[in-house]
């Protein structure tokens, strides 16, 4: 591992931040290694920043930009994109929340590369 991250953390909208916020916080208070990845998916200041601030979580380690586009271009930007990230990495956990395109390229991005996964749904539905 090249900065001892142990989990990598993919999220990238606002439900996604507000769920992972106390996980996030509970990683801090533990000391346990981890990043953050934001995948651009939600980038407006009112689907964003602000729950980063309001949360008064750490910035994200790595912020993909992906940004709005087809689904198809989207995750496959975000899949490319993460990947770069667990390469360098090389966390033991990749952990997702939900059912979102930035969900499902983490996911992808960390199966393909023999990452193990943790998800975590809130069972809302």
Known sequence: MTDGTTVTIVLGTRPEIIKLAPVIDACEEREIAYSVVHTGQHYS??????????????????????????????????????ETVLLDEQPELVLVQGDTNSVLAGAIAASKLDCEVGHVEAGLR
């Open 45 to 82: 200041e009112e689907l964003d920043t602000v729950f980063f601030d309001q949360l008064e979580l750490p910035a994200p380690d790595h912020n993909l930009g992906v940004g709005s586009g087809s689904q198809s271009e989207q995750t496959g930007a975000m899949i490319r994109e993460i």
